[in-house]
Structures are given as structure tokens and as C-alpha cells.
């Protein structure tokens, strides 16, 4: 493959991918009409519908198909959400979508700036392509992979932060405070992401819905089961009248166990991966150290 036909090769796939990049980011965003449409009556909301162009119509399917790839390529679109749902941005399932293409199209770019050097080096065209390919997926699978690294941050933040909001709350019901008023103090003076995920509950009781629906609510789509038994036993001490500040006191109580008994398990492991660098590295130097003297007082008396 001559460099003239490997240039119109990349020069294509560049141009392309460029061109379903920047599709897919003009149908992720939403239009005017399109927030509006849903508060119309049926007149104008066919008003709108038809006053949308064909372009807009054959962007938005691009953008719909290329999801589907990437989803193809890395995690699915119900995977996708329900990591969102956990971050509280269920509703960014396309912005996402939008950042793996564009991480795609950037490991394309560094593979495209690298292509004069490898040509240099007599590198053949296909796999040039493949590198190409590679860096696509890659890219797209590192968006993912990150995605996934902030879910498990967020879980661990709502861990390590759950006992002192249980203590907290146990403090201020035991001071006479209802669970309503406990609640609002401590979204009041907490900070962090469970602060947050209460505020969030707190607002929905004062939109109308019963604490004990809100704070069922509160664990769902977390995945964390201190948080889940958080809530479960509060709704459970509120719906049989069970003393709440005893129940509080008995959760952080097991929290700190479980926390304790978490560091001790990661002590452990680190401990034993400190030993791979002491066997692999350190052992073999202070050997060699250590006979070296010896063979080369062998090797003088026997020459």
C-alpha cells in the first residue's frame, strides 16, 4: 500500500470521524422546541413536531445509532443509567454516550498524529488501521472505566460518612428532636454526598411524600448495604414505634465494626502485596551483595 492511498485512507476515516462526532454531540443537546413540545396541546405540539427539518430527524437517528455502538463496544445503556442513577445523573445516559465517542475520536487523533513516524519506519497500512481501531475502543472503554472508578468512590464516600450521620441523628432525637427535625439538622450542618442524599429526601417529605417512602427511596439504585439497612431499620423503628435513638446508636455501632473490620481485611492485603517488591526486588539485590564478595575471592585463588 503506497503512502498516497494510506493518506486518502486516513484522511477519510478522520473526516468521518469528525463528522459522527459532531452529529452525535448535536443530538444529545436539546433544542427549544423540543423542551417545550411536552407542555403544548396536541395543535402545537404538532406545530413543532413538523417544524423540526429532515437534518435535525437524520442527526438525531446518528446520534441513536452511534449509542447503540459504543454500547456494543463497552458497557449497555441500562448498565449506563443505572451507574448514573447511583451519581444522581440518571438523565446524562447521552452525555456520557457523547464523551466515549469523543475519547474514541481522540485516541484516533493521537494514532493519526503518530501515523508520519510510523510510515517512517516502514510500519504497513493495516496495521497503522488496526492502531486506529484500537485506540477507538480503548478510548471509548477508558470513558466507561472511569465512569465505573466514580461509582465506587461515591459508595465508599457514602460508607465512610453514613456513621456519623447515624450518630448525629441519634444525638439529636436522643436530645427530644423528632425524625423529621433530627433530619433537618443534620442536612443542616452535614456535609458530603450522604448530606447531599438527604437534603434530597428532605425535600421530598416536604413535597408530600411520607418520611417512610422517602427514606426507602434513599437507598435505592445504590447498591450499598449500610445504607440499605440504614434505611430499612429506620422505617421499620418509625412504622412499630420502636425507640429510634436506641436503633440509630445499635447501627453505628455495627457501622464502626464493619469499618474497622474493613481496614484490618486492607491492612492484610496491602501486607501481603508490600512482600512482592521484597521477594522480586530487595531479596535478589541483598544476595547478590551477599556473594558476590565470596565468588570473586574464589575466582582470584583460582586463577
Keep these: ?6 493518506a486518502v485512507i486516513v484522511g477519510v476515516t478522520a473526516g468521518v470521524g469528525l463528522l459522527l462526532l459532531v452529529l452525535a454531540y448535536d443530538a444529545a443537546r436539546p433544542t427549544l422546541v423540543r423542551r417545550l413540545a411536552p407542555a403544548l396541546d396536541v395543535r402545537e405540539r404538532g406545530r413543532a413536531q413538523t417544524s423540526i427539518s429532515a437534518v435535525e430527524a437524520l442527526i438525531a437517528a446518528a446520534g441513536r445509532d452511534l449509542g447503540r455502538a459504543v454500547g456494543m463496544i463497552g458497557s449497555s445503556t441500562s448498565s449506563v443509567r ?17 464523551e466515549q465517542l469523543a475519547s474514541a475520536a481522540l485516541g484516533v487523533g493521537l494514532v493519526l498524529l503518530a501515523t508520519p513516524l510510523l510510515l517512517a519506519r516502514a510500519v504497513p497500512g493495516l496495521i497503522i488501521v488496526a492502531l486506529a481501531l484500537m485506540a477507538a475502543v480503548g478510548g471509548a472503554l477508558a470513558r466507561d472505566t472511569w465512569l465505573s472508578i466514580q461509582v465506587r468512590r461515591y459508595r465508599a464516600q457514602l460508607v465512610r460518612q453514613l456513621p456519623d450521620i447515624v450518630e448525629l441523628l441519634a444525638l439529636a432525637i436522643s436530645a427530644g428532636e423528632g425524625p423529621l427535625a433530627a433530619l433537618t439538622r443534620v442536612c443542616d450542618i452535614g456535609t458530603g454526598e450522604l448530606a447531599a442524599r438527604l437534603r434530597a429526601t428532605l425535600a421530598a417529605v416536604h413535597a408530600g411524600a411520607p418520611l417512610a417512602q422517602a427514606l426507602r427511596e434513599l437507598s435505592e439504585g445504590n447498591a450499598v448495604p449500610a445504607l440499605r439497612r440504614f ?21 453505628a455501632q455495627d457501622l464502626r465494626a464493619e469499618a474497622r473490620e474493613s481496614l484490618m481485611e486492607s491492612g492484610g492485603k496491602r501486607e501481603i502485596g508490600m512482600l512482592v517488591p521484597v521477594v522480586f526486588l530487595i531479596l535478589p539485590v541483598s544476595v547478590i551483595f551477599a556473594l558476590y564478595p565470596g565468588l570473586h575471592a574464589l575466582n582470584a585463588v583460582m586463577t
Design 1 to 6: 500500500m503506497s503512502i498516497g492511498y494510506l
Design 231 to 251: 434505611s430499612e431499620s429506620m422505617v421499620t423503628a418509625l412504622e412499630r414505634g420502636t425507640p429510634l435513638a436506641a436503633v440509630l446508636h445499635a447501627i
Design 82 to 98: 443505572e451507574r448514573l442513577r447511583t451519581l444522581g445523573r440518571e438523565e446524562d445516559v447521552g452525555q456520557i454516550r457523547t
